[in-house]
């Protein structure tokens, strides 16, 4: 019923995560009528752009601008060489970036093991960070995945393959989330903030 | 900290009703990762084409490919050219389409009054559709607008400014919707179905 453009741009757009019909059709009937004319070629320029221009770290594999030789964080020599922190995710790099609170390097491995959905060690880049381990430099890697059972498993494997290095293992804190209450924490968020109790001092 | 061309991604997929920047991201990053390597060209093709591919019907003001003269509905003789159905969007002529009930005409306003928003009968096709009606083929206005106050008013108007003519106005049946329950019906609706109740045969 709906005229071919309209219809294309609706079915693209419902082949992403989260966007059904109904709302495909309310974002492209928006880019059909907003006042900003330009938004819907700005968004095809973007996307045009996005494979094209951007590729993975040689060293992290975070993602970079595809002009770069390493990405911003492995280029910078300011950076602390001797500290790898192992993420599942790039977005996972931005949000530790943003909280100015470390400043050694990281390593993204692209996703985190899962038997239910088939990712073995090979799936992801682990053997890479074993490479970069090997290289000798580094003194403490910090595993940062998620804290869900695929994350968890993921940063125990690591920790078993790390074990043949002199360095120190560590991963984040789990606990009460800033700004939470603890009568809303779940039972396993407050066991944990038990059992990780710090002494006050 | 984001590589420019996701950066921009972001920025132009935030830009759309709905998406903030956390869902503009997961949306940017699955386009990087998702096996369909082409979703992302083909969501810029579809954009690029989606304001050059498409035009306003000249008769009616619904949607249509630019190479066509009058949109399917217009261009169709076997419709019943005596009947114009007066909606707010061109979504709604897809809705009525969709239940195959209605043999007749379209009319799209493109919006509905507003004084809120600043919306007068001169931003919507209400002289459009007076004109329509001025060339004397038309004997019957079916009032299709949303059943709420920006709704209710643009048809009230829609109304008096046909009263001229010597043609029939009516508007959509108000009352429950089919599937839902009495006991969790709201009051206006109740009101409604009660006002308009039908004799049983």
């Known amino acids: 019923m ?3 453009p309209i219809q294309q741009c609706i079915d693209a757009f419902s082949r ?3 966007i059904g019909p109904k709302t495909a059709a309310r974002l492209t009937f928006f ?3 907003t006042q900003e004319g330009d938004l819907s070629i700005k968004l095809a320029d973007a996307l045009t752009n996005l494979l094209t221009g ?3 770290c040689p060293d992290c594999f ?3 601008s595809s002009n770069q030789e390493r990405c911003r964080v492995c280029s910078n020599s300011e950076r602390d060489q001797g500290i790898i922190c192992v993420v599942e995710e790039p977005l ?3 949000a530790l970036e943003r909280t100015s609170g470390y400043q050694g390097l990281y390593h993204v491995l692209h996703g985190a093991l899962s038997p239910v959905e088939g990712i073995v060690p090979e799936d992801l880049k682990i053997k890479e960070l074993l490479d970069r381990v090997q290289r000798g ?3 403490e890697v ?3 995945t998620n804290p869900s059972m695929e994350g968890d498993a993921t940063g125990m494997y690591m920790q078993q393959q790390l074990e043949a290095y002199d360095l120190k293992v560590t991963r984040l804190a789990r606990g009460l989330p800033m700004g939470g209450d603890l009568e809303y924490a779940d039972q396993n968020t407050l066991l944990r903030a038990l059992m990780g109790r710090q002494e006050m001092e």
């Open 31 to 33: 880019l059909l009528r």
């Open 62 to 64: 975070n993602m970079m």
């Open 137 to 139: 430099e580094i003194k």
């Open 142 to 144: 910090i595993i940062a």
């Open 16 to 18: 992403l995560p989260g």
């Open 2 to 4: 709906l005229p071919e």
């Open 54 to 56: 951007t590729d993975t």
């Open 92 to 94: 996972d790099v931005a």
